[in-house]
């Protein structure tokens, strides 16, 4: 059964009642941090749902990504880079060689710098990962249009770069 809404309120208004934080001082749009968090969630659920069909997710497109851009990269390195500690790196680097995605250059050892790069199977993941996301940056300008969805755009990089994130996942 349909719901029935007083004349005047829009699509937009209950938007924002159905995604309101938790607040004190009464009904009001939504804090803007709050629905980036929510709207980035969505996106983000969105996104890992397409690269699960090739065994990815973000953190290891991150990882490949490190990778593509400079090759060689030491383990520790790429830990700063992606904010997290050398053993996930270990990890997530592990998984991406039984998917075929880097390889190994040197022997694996303890106390050796690991040399590895990202295969064509890996550019490939890469590439696939891509499309995925310039389907769903089309499908927000499709929601928003082409010179609103720039504008956000440039205002998001300018969140981005005032956090000094580095582009982790």
């Known amino acids: 059964m349909p719901t029935c809404h007083a004349p005047g309120v829009t699509d937009q208004d209950r938007a924002s009642e159905q995604v309101a934080a938790p607040s004190s001082e009464g009904p009001g749009p939504a804090p803007a941090a709050f629905l980036l968090m929510v709207v980035g969630r969505e996106l983000r659920a969105r996104v890992e749902a397409q690269l699960r069909r090739d065994r990815l997710s973000m953190r290891l497109y991150s990882a490949l990504g490190h990778l593509s851009r400079e090759p060689g990269l ?59 996301i310039h389907q769903l940056d089309d499908w927000v300008a499709a929601q928003l249009g082409g010179e609103r969805q720039q504008l956000l755009a440039h205002m998001l990089m300018q969140l981005f770069m005032a956090t000094g994130s580095r582009g982790t996942s």
């Open 74 to 132: 030491s383990y520790s390195e790429l830990a700063r880079r992606a904010g997290i500690t050398v053993p996930s790196v270990q990890a997530t680097l592990r998984q991406l060689e039984e998917l075929g995605a880097v390889e190994r250059l040197t022997e694996p050892g303890r106390g050796r710098s690991a040399r590895l790069q990202v295969t064509p199977h890996g550019h490939e993941l890469i590439r696939k990962a891509n499309e995925a």
